[in-house]
T-cell receptor
Framework: QKEVEQNSGPLSVPEGAIASLNCTYS??????FFWYRQYSGKSPELIMF????GDKEDGRFTAQLNKASQYVSLLIRDSQPSDSATYLC??????????????FGKGTKLSVKP | DTEVTQTPKHLVMGMTNKKSLKCEQH?????MYWYKQKAKKPPELMFV???????INESVPSRFSPECPNSSLLNLHLHALQPEDSALYLC?????????????FGSGTRLTVV
């Protein structure tokens, strides 16, 4: 069964701290990994994607991937109240032969306190 | 143009009504998707269109009927819905079904069935 697991939270951090969000996935053959941010009542917004083992940095965001451990994480440095949202981990899993589609985790709700 | 446009943004319909949701993208993407999202849940895949052909149907009830008239348009026809079908319906697109660069989501249609 194809699964993406996340701690649902809520995760509460003070403003300026580092927020660490974690995700594990079941399909060892997965190649593409994504982090989406979703504000309440809005649609998901892609903030990071990563394909290779290691770290990928974009501004205050760092995605980390460890394929051997089937683990992907998102670090948010200098967290701001505007970062308060639900963060969805998504993994591109092979489905129906050669096709793939995104499987989403349940999301982690992040709250950044001023 | 890097947007996926969904109309209407909100829809209230009775259980005997017939309505349609519309999705449009002009990014040249060849894969388009319908997702359903209930409150505090992750998006759940309903349908995948690849090169205007239906490639995945995730056992969705027949009261939901997708249509892809051309490479830029995706419709979801609704008939005889139930109150439990009330949800946020999200359209997304990607360059191809392998979703190597992630999906771009529209802003969604919030559907209420009364």
């Amino acid at each position: 069964q194809k699964e993406v697991e996340q701690n649902s939270g809520p995760l509460s951090v003070p403003e300026g701290a580092i927020a660490s969000l974690n995700c594990t996935y079941s399909d060892r053959g997965s190649q593409s990994f994504f982090w989406y941010r979703q504000y309440s009542g809005k649609s998901p917004e892609l903030i990071m994607f990563i394909y290779s083992n290691g770290d990928k940095e974009d501004g205050r965001f760092t995605a980390q991937l460890n394929k051997a451990s089937q683990y992907v994480s998102l670090l948010i440095r200098d967290s701001q109240p505007s970062d308060s949202a639900t963060y969805l981990c998504a993994v591109n899993m092979e489905y129906g032969g050669s096709q793939g589609n995104l499987i989403f985790g349940k999301g982690t709700k992040l709250s950044v306190k001023p | 143009d890097t947007e996926v446009t969904q109309t209407p943004k909100h829809l209230v319909m009775g259980m005997t009504n017939k309505k349609s949701l519309k999705c449009e993208q002009h990014m040249g993407h060849r894969a388009m998707y319908w997702y359903k999202q209930k409150a505090k849940k992750p998006p759940e895949l309903m349908f995948v269109y690849s090169y205007e052909k239906l490639s995945i149907n995730e056992s969705v009830p027949s009261r939901f009927s997708p249509e892809c008239p051309n490479s830029s348009l995706l419709n979801l026809h609704l008939h005889a819905l139930q109150p439990e079908d009330s949800a946020l319906y999200l359209c997304a697109s990607s360059p191809g079904v392998r979703a190597g660069s992630g999906y771009t989501f529209g802003s969604g249609t919030r559907l209420t069935v009364v």
